[in-house]
């Protein structure tokens, strides 16, 4: 073939492969693909990616794409093809995030709330001679209970002396604080093993008071200068001024209060709502609670009923009855942020949203979300942010969050054998009680 004729075919092959390319690269531009397992052109979709760490490497099926901007710390990862992608975020010194997520035609999928926590997490010793320690409800007051049943605050100032402490008490079992977090409730055993309850004004250590009104009762709510308690079927309140006791309920088989002045109780297996200053009482509930023996909860609004051993129960109001909400294995821990509930069950962990989700788990408020299950029993948990929670299971001490699209990334925070702990948000560090020691974790980034 003469070389002038192989030129031309060389021309027009090129020439067919340029008008060929140049619709394909119309389409690349416009946002479309060829599917060819479905033999058609479909739309583009895509990816946001942001993480707490900026200038983050970002993998999409081990390609690496891009670093998240160092100001807004995200990345938009555009023109994919409707399909699944392994995404990975990493940077030195953080551990990686891995997740497989699906890519829809003309829609960008999110994951703008990865949080990379440092590949070392380091404790140090924060207090010694520490039994247990106790919060208050918005977690800024905590009290230590040392070996010798002293109570100190985290000032140091000494609540209660052993000396005086070993007078009443052969062993502290719990406190609690009274709204303004300065008076406390102490419940432990004296010795002769009874249960007994002593009032103390953490500002007056000469105010502890034995309150013998609470002998024997059956659980209580503390107000702010009164005590709420149920005593056989009676729900009475004893007032800490006057020293004196009113009854508020004659028929009561539980009770539960939101905000100081609102009773909610169980009247002949019927719910009621009673307000304490104008005494207006309604029925809430139609149909009677099947249950024999059980705990009223007031859970960030939510009304429950626990029935300490294998359930738990919630107040539909729209249909006016307790509805089954979660089996339990005998032990109900949870935390509470302004939109969701994490709870814990024993061995799984669940989410209840407060309102509705787009992401990343597009459901409606009241959803209850799977997270988790475990072979070993979870002892408490605690939010780490609005996406992250740390929990205590095997005497270890784990972050995981919460999207739970494809697999959960979660690991071990430390290698202590830790009993009880709690997240100081202000100061970005966890506390941990170990053995008879108190640890301190490094500082998190916000």
């Known amino acids: 073939m003469e070389k002038s004729t192989v030129k031309k075919i060389a021309f027009f092959v090129l020439v067919l492969a340029f008008f060929a390319t140049i619709p394909i690269l119309i389409l690349n531009v416009q946002g479309y693909r060829f599917d060819f397992e479905k033999m058609k052109l479909v739309e583009t979709g895509g990816l946001s990616i942001k993480a707490s760490a900026p200038e983050v490497n970002v993998f999409v099926d081990g390609q690496y794409k891009n670093k998240t901007s160092s100001f807004t710390k995200d990345l938009l990862v555009q023109n994919l093809a409707p399909d699944e992608y392994k995404i990975r975020v990493e940077k030195a010194g953080y551990r990686a995030w891995e997740k497989t997520l699906g890519v829809e035609e003309k829609k960008v999928t999110k994951a703008e709330s990865i949080y990379l926590f440092p590949e070392e997490i380091s404790f140090s010793p924060h207090k010694e001679n520490v039994k247990n320690f106790f919060l208050s409800e918005d977690k800024k007051t905590i009290l230590y209970l040392t070996e010798d049943n002293q109570?100190?605050?985290?000032?140091?100032?000494?609540?209660?002396g052993s000396a005086e402490a070993k007078k009443y008490f052969s062993k502290i079992q719990e406190i609690k604080f009274f709204a303004d977090e300065e008076k406390i409730l102490i419940k432990g055993t004296n010795s002769q093993g009874r249960t007994v309850y002593y009032y103390l004004d953490t500002t007056k250590p000469s105010s502890l008071a034995y309150l013998k009104v609470l002998e024997g009762i059956e659980d209580y709510a503390l107000e702010e200068q009164s005590i709420v308690y149920k005593s056989k079927n009676q729900i009475l309140r004893y007032n800490l001024t006057a020293k004196t006791s009113e009854v508020i309920k004659t028929k009561a088989s539980a009770f539960a209060m939101k905000d100081y002045y609102s009773i909610y109780a169980i009247e002949d297996k019927i719910l009621t709502r009673t307000n304490l200053l104008s005494k207006n009482e309604e029925t809430l509930s139609e149909k009677p609670l099947e249950l024999d023996e059980y705990k009223l909860l007031m859970i960030s609004d939510k009304i429950f009923v626990f029935d300490g051993s294998s359930s738990l129960h919630l107040f539909n109001e729209s249909k006016k009855e307790f509805e089954p909400f979660l089996k339990t294995s005998g032990n109900i821990n949870y935390d509470i942020l302004p939109d969701k509930i994490i709870f814990s069950n024993g061995y799984e962990l669940w989410l209840l949203l407060l309102r509705d989700f787009e992401t990343p788990f597009f459901q409606k408020s009241g959803a209850l979300v799977f997270l988790s299950r475990f072979s070993s029993k979870i002892d408490s948990l605690s939010w780490f942010n609005n996406d992250y929670f740390l929990y205590a299971s095997n005497s270890n001490l784990l972050v995981s969050e919460i999207d739970n699209r494809d697999d959960i990334n979660a690991f071990i925070v430390s290698d202590l054998a830790i009993t009880k702990f709690w997240?100081?948000?202000?100061?970005?560090?966890i506390y941990a009680?170990?053995?008879?020691?108190?640890?301190?974790?490094?500082k998190f980034n916000p």
């Open 423 to 429: 997240f100081d948000e202000k100061e970005k560090t």
């Open 433 to 442: 009680l170990s053995g008879n020691k108190i640890y301190a974790s490094n």
């Open 151 to 160: 109570i100190i605050s985290s000032k140091d100032d000494i609540i209660l």
